[in-house]
């Protein structure tokens, strides 16, 4: 399920809550969107659960979950190691299907659809690995994201240059990204930042209404995440973003809205001012003692 619940331990990340506790300014975006929180309306609700659970072999990894995403949003799932968020993740992309509860995006209900068909309603996910063709250049990675627009992924016997209608546009993402000079290098060339932009330039390539983002700044540096950050705030213009994240300062940066998880169950939820300063959060990140 990609959790091991003898990993369940909040002091893993609880050095950055207490760095993003003492952070208490909010960006001008972040503020606009938590003055228009009434304002909201169901209209406005891209996904929504609705008693989700999961249990394996008796063990609930996710437990009466209801969520809701609104449309623009960048939305950051956190808990640590065992909390369940990956095995949420799993299950709003049909990765695995639901022991109970119901999964709907914009009003329809998608609970017994295949991942394919969640894809091709525009809810494209990333994967804590980062997922690329390594031997294939940085542009050919990007074209056969574009390809599936085509209808050709299976016309084995056409020529590779029926591909080059697509050239323009993979160049065009891949500028968005910041890959615009890395388009000839083979994608195991890429250092692992570069990688990560170049898996979302094949997610962007999909062209979703919904892009899940499952640790994007995993495994990085300083740099790198500085980077990817800026990469997602970009991205998100005009789309809904929901990502799972452990790091603190990514999260209190760009989240517009977060949901905290704890053993599988939602433990809070709101804007980032809110969230930070509940005393349950505090208590469980940081223990009684602080």
């Known amino acids: 399920m990609g959790e091991k619940l003898d ?7 609880a050095s950055d809550f207490t760095f993003v506790l003492s952070n208490r300014g909010a960006g001008s975006r972040r503020a606009r969107l938590q003055k228009s929180e009434s304002r909201l309306t169901s209209s406005t609700v891209v996904l929504k659960t609705e008693g989700l659970t999961k249990s394996f072999m008796g ?49 329809e209900d998608i609970t017994r659809l295949k991942p394919a068909q969640i894809a091709r309603r ?4 990333s994967f ?31 020529s590779e240059s029926s591909l080059t209608v697509l050239e323009d546009r993979a160049r065009e993402l891949l500028a968005q990204v910041g ?3 890395f388009g000839h290098l083979e994608a195991v060339e890429l250092p692992y ?31 790198d995440i500085d980077r990817v950050k800026a990469l997602i705030k970009r991205v998100a213009q005009g789309r809904t973003v929901l990502m799972v994240e452990h790091n603190m300062s990514v999260v209190s940066d760009i989240s517009d809205r977060i949901t905290v998880l ?6 809070a939820e709101g804007p980032y001012a809110q969230v930070s300063q509940d005393p349950r959060v505090v208590e469980a990140y940081l223990g009684t003692g602080h």
């Open 59 to 107: 063990f609930v990894a996710v437990q009466d979950v209801s969520f809701t995403l609104h449309e623009g949003h960048i939305h950051a799932v956190i808990g640590p190691n065992g909390a369940g968020k990956t095995t949420f993740f799993n299950l709003l992309t049909k990765f695995l299907p639901p022991t109970s509860g119901r999964i709907f995006y914009r009003g």
């Open 262 to 267: 704890q053993r599988g169950q939602i433990l």
């Open 193 to 223: 930042g570069r990688k990560r932009a170049l898996e979302i330039a094949t997610t962007l390539a999909l062209d979703p209404d919904l892009i899940l983002l499952d640790e994007p700044t995993q495994g990085m540096g300083h740099e």
């Open 179 to 181: 890959l615009e000079s």
């Open 7 to 13: 990993d369940f331990d909040f002091r893993d990340i």
């Open 122 to 125: 525009g809810v494209v996910r």
């Open 128 to 158: 804590q690995i980062s997922a690329t063709f390594p031997h294939l250049t940085v542009i050919e990675n990007v074209r056969i994201a574009l390809q599936r627009k085509l209808g050709t992924m299976f016309h084995f016997w056409r």
